[in-house]
């Protein structure tokens, strides 16, 4: 890096470190003139005890829209539709959002295996510890199995499971091992340009996760772009998903 692009970098961070300094002391003072403002009209004798020394300040949250993670809010409501359609008697989730899986539990009975157990506690769900690697489930026993947004991390040590650059096929080797004749899988994963953020995650060509389950039909394909204000494409294109930087890819795939 030259010398002269060294320096205008440092200044442009000089100044951003400066405009966020500022932003963060009128939020404070704006902070602060609001609790007054909030104690004086709550009175001398308040309906909850309002202490100064209690303040938890929020000052980041007063956007235009309500932010949200576009990946995991329409990839698990797309699977919960997927689930509602397919109406099994027990779903099996692999290491999914426990959002998904706690939610679903309401209206199905619902197993729920991850790598790291959770100490989930309720009705309808039952919480236990799997690798994906070789699951200890019968070959062809399972009728409705979702894994998403997991098999792009197995091999590459993010959540303790061992280095293994194969880690992501024998995984979906497992899960099509397990699924069972007329079976449904819902996998997702990210897609784009196909690449590994070690040790974060890898991202997927469409067609490298369709030849990965080369025996599975695929029953239907839905993407969450880079443009989250496209919400969920059903039916994308292979060449959309392929266009992304990191999509996220929505497969539901049948076993014959």
Sequence with gaps: MSGRLHAVLRRFAIARAARDLIRRQRGRIA?????????????????????WGERQPRLDDRTKATPFDAHYVYHTAWAARCVAAIAPEVHVDISSSLHFCTIVSAFMPVRFYDYRPAALRLSGLASGQADLSCLRLATGSVASL?????????????????IDPEGDLKAMAELERVLAPRGSLLFVVPVGRPRIVFNAHRIYAYRQVCDAFATLRLRRFALVGDDPEAGLIEDAPEALADAQAYGCGCFWFEKP
């Design 146 to 162: 979702s894994c998403m947004h997991v098999v792009e991390h197995v091999g590459l040590g993010r959540y303790g499971d061992p």
């Design 31 to 51: 902070f602060r003139r609001e609790f007054v403002a909030f104690a004086r009209l709550a009175g001398a004798t308040p309906r909850f005890p309002l202490r």
